[in-house]
């Protein structure tokens, strides 16, 4: 995955669309951490960016004790409208774990659908299982 020096430490998504990568600056997000003891809050908002930051500064890490599990709730990717995303999950080193929600949407004004989703760090390589469901191919 390619590096962005503006998001350091940041798990980011990209969409595909029109048969390529979509990366003018056309997505918009907030994400939204909290440590386990709730004591501290961290969010980041995403306006028109070239990609949409998932977690927020240092919720995820290189190290081997850092880990990130969430689900992502793509709504009508197949329609010709805005691609709105929410996700939901939980990352950090073994403890206190972060608690990571966010919303976000993609739209550059023409008229089309979903047809892949990528996801990178800014730093390193993701290393684990995706799964995708609800998705059939025609």
């Not at 386990?36 to 927020?56: C, G, K, P, R």
């Amino acid at each position: 995955f390619p590096s962005h020096d503006n998001h350091p430490d940041y798990m980011w998504m990209r969409i595909q669309a029109a048969g390529s990568w979509q990366t003018g600056e056309n997505y918009y997000g907030f994400s939204w951490v909290s440590g386990s003891t709730a004591t501290t809050f961290t969010s980041q908002t995403t306006n028109a960016q070239n990609l949409i930051q998932m977690t927020a500064s240092n919720s995820v890490g290189s190290a081997s004790d850092y880990a990130l599990a969430f689900n992502l709730q793509i709504y009508h990717p197949s329609s010709t409208r805005n691609k709105i995303f929410t996700w939901e999950g939980g990352g950090g080193s073994t403890s206190p774990l972060n608690v990571i929600t966010g919303s976000g949407s993609w739209n550059d004004g023409n008229a089309y659908t979903m047809t892949g989703i990528r996801f990178g760090m800014n730093q390193g390589l993701i290393y684990g299982t995706f799964r995708l469901y609800g998705i059939k191919k025609s």
